[in-house]
């Protein structure tokens, strides 16, 4: 699974980018999620008034909304503190792509997440420069500063396809790494599954497994689904 972050000031084309890049790796095939960040402390993706906001608004922490073409869950959780596995944890068994829209602090140390950034000025080409690694292109209004440099630009309006070509060459190999193993392990601490990258997941499959083998009538295959549930003693 790969995470690819596409980052830039206000009305710099970070929405068009994503866009462009969901649209193309759809039609391609991929299962694509986006994760969009919101700044604005009092947005709420609910709407005011309706049963799903008055459910909050009376105490619940989960609200789950389903309808015939959607199943929507709003959590009321501080994300502030929000670690980037804990925000994209929960899909990555679901797509073999995520494409965040914003997240710049969120993302810029993070070596294993490529960045896109849309850039409306020089300066700004620049600054993001010697700041955000790894750099997979430049899009936005800008281009004489980016071609300067030897990240590549693309004018995602008349050539969306070089950029899904461009995500879509890292995007083959995770997706390959990711076929070879099928089987699932999931660790679930109260109501968050937890992430586990390749090493860990071994590890702890291999433990449960061997565990699990010396129980009485069971005899296991090496490929089952694992789902390990942690639950925290109710108060009274």
């Known amino acids: 699974m790969l995470t690819v972050a596409v980052i830039g000031s206000r009305k710099s084309g970070k929405t068009t980018a994503t866009e462009s890049l969901v649209r193309g790796l759809t039609k391609r095939g991929y299962r694509v999620a986006t994760v969009k960040h919101v700044p604005k402390a009092e947005f709420t993706i609910d709407t005011v008034g309706k049963d799903t906001w008055r459910h909050a ?7 789950v909304s389903v309808a ?7 959590r009321r959780i501080d994300t502030r503190k ?12 679901d797509v073999d ?13 993070n070596l294993d997440v490529p960045k896109i950034v849309a850039a409306k000025t020089s300066d700004e080409v620049l600054e993001a ?21 030897k990240v590549p630009y693309i004018d995602v309006l008349k050539e969306p396809e070089k950029l899904v070509d461009l995500v ?10 990711k076929h ?26 291999s433990t449960v497994s061997a565990m699990i083998s010396t129980l009485k009538g ?6 089952e689904n694992i789902s390990i549930m942690i639950k925290r003693a109710s108060k009274k």
């Open 129 to 149: 420069s010697g700041r955000f690694k790894p750099l997979l292109t430049f899009v936005g209004p800008v281009s004489n500063g980016a071609t300067k440099l």
């Open 218 to 223: 069971v005899s296991m295959k090496g490929d």
């Open 82 to 93: 929000y670690r980037l596995h804990e925000i994209i944890g929960e899909l990555e068994d």
């Open 168 to 177: 879509e060459k890292k995007l083959s190999v995770t997706v390959k790494e």
């Open 180 to 205: 070879k193993d099928k089987s699932k392990l999931e660790i679930q601490f109260d109501d968050r599954f937890l992430p586990l990258n390749p090493f860990v997941k071994k590890i702890v499959r």
């Open 57 to 63: 608004k009376a105490g619940a922490r989960i609200v």
């Open 97 to 109: 792509i995520i494409v965040l829209e914003g997240f710049r602090e969120l993302t810029e140390q």
């Open 68 to 74: 015939p073409n959607e199943f929507a869950t709003i």
